[in-house]
């Protein structure tokens, strides 16, 4: 696990945030997540981004003036996100953290994005989001085939290749839509809903099978 932080902490200063469906899709992003958002809970939403990174959607979410916390296991993914979140003027709450140990909610909103494939165990995760959701809350998940993505930097492949070399065999690498929505629905999860298609222009033209799927936390 010390050898995959390693890789992300450094990934974190390494031109992260120049890739393709990172800044580059920064507007593509807003555009499509906050109004999301905003329809499904309203305004002031507490919103938790498991799996944060560089607080990409937390930051999207924080500047349409959501409570945010945003999480991660890399503390150098978490360094960076602080920094741009406060060159931003945002308040956000930044916490180190795994996926499946999300902090107490109640939450309104749980967002997380191509964080599946890094778990040996997505269930878990996933049922971790549902018990700090509110009754009705909204999860939102996107995630791809990255197994079959062509990242076109050799030396991150390289690299990543190294640090996961031993983790790899444990892990799913890669999530279609119907492999998410199985997930979600074993946690119980209801009206999960394909909203995929709010990308006319795809935010990651290299990854197969990215999806973006919506699910209301059960009225317990």
Not at 15 to 26: F, L
Not at 53 to 62: K, P, Q, S, Y
Not at 73 to 91: H, K
Not at 128 to 138: K, Q
């Amino acid at each position: 696990m010390s050898t995959i932080i390693d890789y992300w902490n450094d990934r974190a200063r390494r031109g992260y945030d120049q890739q393709p469906g990172q800044d580059p899709a920064r507007d593509l992003w807003a555009k499509r997540i906050g109004p999301l958002v905003a329809d499904a809970v309203g305004p002031g939403a507490r919103v938790l981004d498991s799996g944060c990174g560089t607080g990409f959607l937390a930051r999207i979410l924080a500047a349409e003036g959501h409570l945010v916390t945003g999480q991660d296991a890399s503390p150098g993914m978490l360094a960076v996100a602080a920094e741009r979140g406060s060159a931003e003027g945002l308040d956000v709450r930044w916490l180190t953290g795994v996926a499946d140990e999300p902090p107490a909610g109640p939450f309104d909103v749980v967002v997380t994005r191509n964080v599946l494939w890094t778990l040996p165990d997505a269930q878990r995760a996933v049922d971790s989001w549902a018990e700090v959701l509110r009754p009705g809350g909204l999860l939102v998940v996107s995630d791809g085939r990255w197994n079959a993505a062509d990242v076109g930097d050799s030396a991150t492949e390289q690299r990543f290749g190294a640090s996961y070399s031993d983790a790899a065999p444990t892990l799913p690498m890669g999530f279609d839509f119907a492999g998410c929505a199985a997930l979600v629905g074993r946690a119980g999860f209801v009206d999960r809903t394909d909203r995929t298609a709010l990308f006319d222009t795809a935010p990651y033209p290299s990854a197969p099978g990215f999806f973006l799927l919506s699910a209301r936390s059960p009225w317990r």
